[in-house]
Every structure is written in structure tokens, then in C-alpha cells.
């Protein structure tokens, strides 16, 4: 009987049984992949050996070394650096769809603040002017999109104070 803890190692032709840390790693590795929480580069190269095995990893120890020899702190860097602002896009979006507002607008909002490291009540208001509301609406609308957009633009300023953006703070 083999178990799921046992591997095939091919150019062997040998099982081998995983010790406690890797069947831990295989299954964070797996949960990963399936919650698609992300975690960087090298987790998007384990999901790449995931799809083509149909759902299982199959890769040789063979590729997998020559995988990591062929990476570098560049290519690590590159890749971590289009995985970060392919996330930061997908959570506007949310917040965009979530408000009925475009992803553009929303975009173009938040890269004048953090330009300017100045948050502009003015340029709220023309944001969120084509929902057509009356003020009352409105007011509630701008609210509840600034207790969204409110923590978003706090880790975007990595520790830098926007000014005026505090009156939003919950």
C-alpha cells in the first residue's frame, strides 16, 4: 500500500516516505496554491509545476535545482515587484466595484494622494460625482468608500503622513 506521504523519486526507482516537516510544507504549499493567497514568486513557479501536473507537483529534483540556480535576485525582485502590483490592483478593483466607481478613477484618485502625500476632499467629490447622488447620498456614499480606501492608502504611504487624511480615520 503507498501512502500520500510517500514520494517516487524516478530516476531512482525508489519510494521514499516524507518526514513530518515536509508533508507540513507539501500540504501549506497545496493550501496556498488552492486559497490562492500568493506569497510571491516562487510560489506562482509551484503553482506553474501544479497546473502542469494536473493538480499534483511533478517536478524532478533535477528541474527543481536547476530552476532555483536559474533564478536570480533580479528576476526574484521583477517578480515580486509584478505580483505586488498585480495584488494592489485587484484590491482597487474590489473597492472600485464595491463602490460603483470605475477602476480608472478610483486609480487616477489614489495616485494623485500619494503623489502629493495630500488628500483632497475636492477631488473626492469629482470622484464620486457621476453616481449622480443627492448630498445626503453622497456624503454616506464618500464615507463608507473612505473606510475602505482609508487603510489601502495608509500601507501605500509606507509609513508617511497624507495630509488631511486623518478626518477619515475610524
Known sequence: MISRYMVLI???????????????????IVNCIH?????????????????????KIKVSRDQ????????TDHSIRDG????????????????AAEHSLTTAA?????????????????QLGDLMAPLDLGWKDRTH????????LHPLLTKRAQGRE???????EQ
Open 10 to 28: 524516478a530516476s531512482e526507482q525508489k519510494l521514499m516516505i516524507m518526514r513530518p516537516y515536509q508533508v507540513y510544507q507539501v500540504k501549506q
Open 35 to 55: 486559497g490562492n493567497c500568493g506569497n510571491g514568486y516562487i510560489m506562482s513557479l509551484i503553482a506553474k509545476f501544479a497546473n502542469q501536473g494536473g493538480g
Open 64 to 71: 527543481l535545482v536547476a530552476l532555483i540556480r536559474g533564478v
Open 80 to 95: 515580486y515587484s509584478r505580483f505586488k502590483r498585480e495584488k494592489q490592483a485587484q484590491e482597487l478593483a474590489a473597492i
Open 106 to 122: 478610483l486609480q487616477a484618485f489614489v495616485v494623485g494622494i500619494l503623489e502629493r502625500m495630500i488628500f483632497d476632499g475636492e
Open 141 to 148: 456614499a464618500e464615507l463608507a468608500l473612505m473606510a475602505d
Open 162 to 168: 497624507i495630509s488631511g487624511l486623518s478626518a477619515y
